[in-house]
C-alpha cells in the first residue's frame, strides 16, 4: 500500500461529509437514470452467483439490491471510507439481508482467498490506481468470473463534448 496515495487523498477531501446527501445527489444530477443503470447491472450478473463482489460500495446504492436478487450468494461490498460504509451497514441492517458483509478496504489493497463470480463497481475507475487495481480483481475472479464497471465515458462524437464538459 502506497502511504501518500494522491488519489485516496482526494477521494477523502471530495466525499468527506457528503455521505447523507449522496444519494439524492447522484439520483438527481443522473435525471434518475443512475437507478436504471444500476437496474441494467443486476440484469447482467451471472445467473446463480455464488460469490459477488461490489468494489467501492460507497453507501450501499447496488448492494442491497444485488443481495436481494441473490438471496444465496454472499455479497461483499468494500469501501474506502467508513462514513458511506457506516450508510451502506444501516441500510443493510434495516432491510435484515443476512447475505451481506461490508469491508473497509481500498479497492486496490483488497483481496479474498475464496473467489468471486463476478466484481461490480460503479465510478471507481477515475479515482482508483486501475494498473493495480485490475490484476488484483482478475486474480480473486473465477474462472471464467465476470469484471463489470460502470462509469462516466469521454463521450465519442466531438458534438457531445461541449455538452460533457459544461455537465461536469
Ligand atoms: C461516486 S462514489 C460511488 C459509490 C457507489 N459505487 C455508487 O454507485 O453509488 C465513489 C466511491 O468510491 C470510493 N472510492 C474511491 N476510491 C476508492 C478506492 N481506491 N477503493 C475503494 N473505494 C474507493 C469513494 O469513497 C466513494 O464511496
Redesign the pocket.
Known sequence: MQAHDA??EL??RF?SGTGTT??AV?HYATFGI?RRW?RRIIELLPPNPRRIL?????????TPAIAEQFPHCRVIG????EE?LEIARSKIHKLGWPNVNFVL??????RSVEPFDCVV????AK???LER?IPVTKAMLRKGGLLLM?DFTYPPRPCLIPIWRLYF
Do not use: I, N, P, Q
Open positions: 488519489r485516496v477521494v477523502h466525499f449522496y444519494d447522484v443512475d444500476k461490489d468494489l467501492a460500495c460507497g453507501t450501499g446504492s447496488s468494500a469501501e474506502l471510507r458511506y478496504s481500498r479497492a486496490e489493497d483488497y463497481s460503479s465510478y471507481l479515482y482508483a490506481d487495481l460502470h
